[in-house]
């Protein structure tokens, strides 16, 4: 999207490509005159990453992404900038998310609470379909597992530490 290169200073295809004698300001004038809207876009996942980098969104927009239709590595990115707040990243339930990636990151929402709120937290991942969710559950454990709830949780920890360590061998 021309207009947002225009605005975040990101790479288009129009004036990286093919009209390299002008700037995305042009690219995106003239895709806007193509394409006439009687009213403004809304705002893009894009935008609000953009604000993220720089420390300026607010926890609420990140939610949104996390929670809306953008893909799933956007929405992933969009929890990681919530990990600096832990009550809002905790508070999404992104745990259930279809995505493994979003769930991946998930995961390490509890890393820095108190061992027994990690290890209750972040149980549910030691038993994802996804290697990639349960290694990650298995590191921000690692440290808590005495406070694992149940016996299998506790095998289901072992496990998934064994993998974690296996990719370190």
């Given at each position: 999207?021309?207009?947002?290169?225009?605005?975040?200073?990101?790479?288009?295809?129009?004036?990286?490509?093919?009209?390299?004698?002008?700037?995305?300001?042009?690219?995106?004038?003239?895709?806007?005159?193509?394409?006439?809207?009687?009213?403004?876009?809304?705002?893009?996942?894009?935008?609000?990453?953009?604000?993220?980098?720089?420390?300026?969104?607010?926890?609420?927009?990140?939610?949104?992404?996390?929670?809306?239709?953008?893909?799933?590595?956007?929405?992933?990115?969009?929890?990681?900038?919530?990990?600096?707040?832990?009550?809002?990243?905790?508070?999404?339930?992104?745990?259930?998310?279809?995505?493994?990636?979003?769930?991946?990151?998930?995961?390490?929402?509890a890393e820095g609470r108190p061992p027994a709120e990690r290890a209750a937290l972040t149980a549910w991942a030691l038993s994802?379909?996804?290697?990639?969710?349960r290694l990650e559950g298995a590191r921000v454990i690692t440290g808590a597992q005495s406070f694992l709830r149940s016996p299998?949780?506790?095998?289901?920890?072992?496990?998934?530490?064994?993998?974690?360590?296996?990719?370190?061998?």
């Amino acid at each position: 999207r021309p207009d947002l290169s225009a605005k975040l200073g990101t790479p288009d295809a129009c004036t990286n490509a093919c009209h390299r004698d002008h700037d995305p300001a042009w690219a995106a004038a003239t895709v806007a005159a193509w394409f006439p809207r009687a009213e403004p876009r809304p705002e893009h996942f894009g935008e609000v990453l953009a604000r993220a980098q720089h420390g300026m969104a607010h926890p609420r927009e990140l939610a949104q992404v996390v929670r809306g239709d953008a893909p799933d590595i956007a929405r992933a990115t969009a929890l990681e900038h919530l990990l600096a707040d832990p009550e809002a990243c905790l508070a999404l339930e992104a745990s259930a998310d279809p995505s493994p990636l979003v769930r991946s990151v998930a995961a390490g929402c509890a890393e820095g609470r108190p061992p027994a709120e990690r290890a209750a937290l972040t149980a549910w991942a030691l038993s994802d379909p996804r290697r990639v969710v349960r290694l990650e559950g298995a590191r921000v454990i690692t440290g808590a597992q005495s406070f694992l709830r149940s016996p299998e949780d506790l095998a289901r920890y072992r496990a998934a530490r064994a993998e974690l360590d296996a990719m370190y061998e």
